[in-house]
């Protein structure tokens, strides 16, 4: 009698070891699958930042200087690889606050036709994309923490799923952009 109640405990303590490692396993393809998400979140930022800036660009309210800087720095943003990809929506980010360094800039903005639809599109797009980043962010940092535990490297409870890295950016938005809401 006394071999069946060690053999009950044994079995009940695998059951119960069995499913909570099932239970660490799915909460870690939640957070993978969060990350997923927020990483097309904040593709879809980023592209929209990167259209309106080229957008503006080309709309003649810039000098040319201007419109060349933004330009270009908006069409490396769209065409960058994945391992430049940082670096390029950084030197977005700079090319917009230089562009938009002098309130006059988006004065100018403003009176082009179709200039106000352009200024509220620009100052969503660069209010948008640190709050992307941020949730982005913050899902890799849950998943990291969770596959740094013992038992999710023990019992690879990760599987084959690369290791989560942050997306690492100057999204700093322009002066002029932020202070007009």
Do not use: C
């Not at 989560?164 to 100057?170: G, I, K, S, V, W």
């Amino acid at each position: 009698m006394t071999t069946f109640y060690w053999i009950f405990w044994a079995a009940a303590a695998l059951a119960f070891i069995g499913v909570y490692l099932s239970w660490t396993a799915g909460r870690l393809d939640r957070l993978h699958t969060r990350i997923d998400a927020a990483r097309a979140a904040l593709d879809a930022q980023l592209l929209r930042r990167a259209s309106v800036a080229q957008e503006l660009a080309t709309s003649g309210v810039f000098d040319p200087a201007a419109s060349m800087v933004l330009y270009d720095a908006a069409h490396h943003a769209r065409q960058a690889d994945e391992d430049g990809r940082e670096v390029a929506e950084s030197e977005l980010s700079q090319a917009l606050r230089a562009v938009f360094d002098d309130r006059e800039q988006l004065v100018a903005v403003r009176e082009a036709p179709g200039g106000q639809e352009s200024a509220r599109e620009l100052l969503a797009a660069v209010r948008r994309v640190p709050m992307a980043r941020r949730f982005h962010n913050d899902a890799v940092r849950a998943a990291r923490a969770l596959r740094r535990h013992r038992k999710v490297r023990w019992f690879r409870l990760a599987g084959h799923a690369p290791f989560p890295l942050a997306f690492e950016m100057d999204d700093e938005p322009p002066v002029v952009l932020a202070e007009h809401g």
